[in-house]
């Protein structure tokens, strides 16, 4: 079992930033995978980033490419988004999921989720 918590969240104007942070407990393992996702109301979740736990290789959706960093620090045993020039439709309630062993961006495929924090951006 894994145990996810996030914290972080908060109001926002546009053009800000906010960092997320995702502690992880339990059986923590080197095959570990870790993702962000969120939904925003009356819409379906959607992948945000992913990193794996080892290697730190990283994915992002298009939409967030370039603004939001996803890292981890595997001493702290946490899991982190930076998400920078935040715009009204990053909006959502932003959930932390873990899975192993491979990379996936569809959450469904993952087994562990946390219980999610807030971000709401105002325009």
């Known amino acids: 079992q894994v145990q996810l918590v996030e914290s972080g969240g908060g109001l926002v104007q546009a053009g800000g930033s906010l960092r997320l942070s995702c502690a992880v407990s339990g059986r923590i393992s080197s095959s570990l995978f870790m993702g962000w996702f969120r939904q925003a109301p009356g819409k379906e979740r959607e992948f945000v980033a992913a990193?794996?736990?080892?290697?730190?290789?990283?994915y992002y959706a298009d939409s967030v490419k370039a603004r939001f960093t996803i890292s981890r620090d595997n001493a702290k045993n946490t899991v982190y988004l930076q998400m920078n020039s935040l715009k009204s439709e990053d909006t959502a309630v932003y959930c932390c999921?873990?899975?192993?062993?491979?990379?996936?961006?569809?959450?469904?495929?993952?087994?562990?989720w946390g219980q999610g924090t807030q971000v709401t951006v105002s325009s």
């Open positions: 990193i794996d736990w080892s290697g730190g290789s990283t």
């Open positions: 999921a873990a899975r192993e062993p491979r990379p996936r961006t569809n959450w469904k495929e993952y087994d562990y």
